[in-house]
């Protein structure tokens, strides 16, 4: 079955650590994209992507970096830089043609 | 402002009607949609209608636009305590493949 897969479900930063969520789909996307979402807030855009090898910067990408070197793969590295990284962090991914999402099932991150 | 705006609870007996109501800012967008979420999910498609309808129904949802006020509404029948969940409206920008989602609504179904 097609799909898209985050991982892991959970995670825990440590103070001053970089950690990285993994997002993969096998739905043969071209754009896929991450979202931060907190409670009462809604769905923040953090980076997206069009194609491989190229992706820009959502609302709030400060404190966040990405890569696209698969159409496949969409890794959102948390960094150090990011001081309230505390969120349920969504990836999706669609045809790129403003039609609709498919999400994965996010991953909870906590800070120790 | 938001670009895309709901109320963010709504409580309702089993066995009523749910109406969920959103407001959108560009008049361009092609798209606009419905997501749902269920607790520690992700979000999943319910149901989506284009810019050149009034209104879409599918079983128990039905969508309807309106245009010249720029409003979206989702009507749930028979509603169930399964249908408790946060219900997103979205919509996609005439141009652009981002879409843009509203904070979304905690929909409440009470026994």
């Known amino acids: 079955d097609g799909g898209i897969t985050q991982s892991p479900k959970y995670l825990f930063r440590k103070e001053g650590q970089n950690v990285t969520l993994s997002c993969e789909q096998n739905l043969n996307h071209d754009a896929m994209y991450w979202y931060r979402q907190d409670p009462g807030q809604g769905l923040r855009l953090i980076y997206y992507?069009?194609?491989?090898?190229?992706?820009q910067k959502g609302d709030i990408a400060e404190g966040y970096s990405v890569s696209r070197e698969k159409k496949e793969s969409f890794p959102l590295t948390v960094t150090s830089a990011q001081k309230n990284p505390t969120a349920f962090y969504l990836c999706?991914?669609?045809?790129?043609?403003?039609?609709?999402?498919?999400f994965g099932s996010g991953t909870q991150l906590s800070v120790l | 402002g938001e670009d895309v705006e709901q109320s963010l609870f709504l409580s309702v007996r089993e066995g009523d009607s749910s109406v969920i109501n959103c407001t959108y800012t560009d008049s361009s967008s092609t798209y606009l949609y419905w997501y749902k979420q269920e607790p520690g999910a992700g979000l999943q498609l319910l149901t989506y209608?284009?810019?050149?309808?009034d209104m879409k129904q599918d079983q128990r949802l039905t969508v309807l636009l309106n245009k010249k006020d720029k409003h979206l509404s989702l009507r749930i029948a028979d509603t169930q305590t399964g249908d408790s969940a946060i219900y997103f409206c979205?919509?996609?920008?005439?141009?652009?493949?981002?879409?843009?989602f509203g904070r979304g609504t905690s929909l409440i179904v009470h026994p």
């Open positions: 979205a919509e996609t920008p005439g141009g652009s493949y981002i879409p843009t």
């Open positions: 992507s069009q194609i491989v090898n190229d992706f």
């Open positions: 999706a991914s669609s045809t790129g043609r403003g039609e609709k999402l498919f």
């Open positions: 209608i284009f810019s050149n309808m």
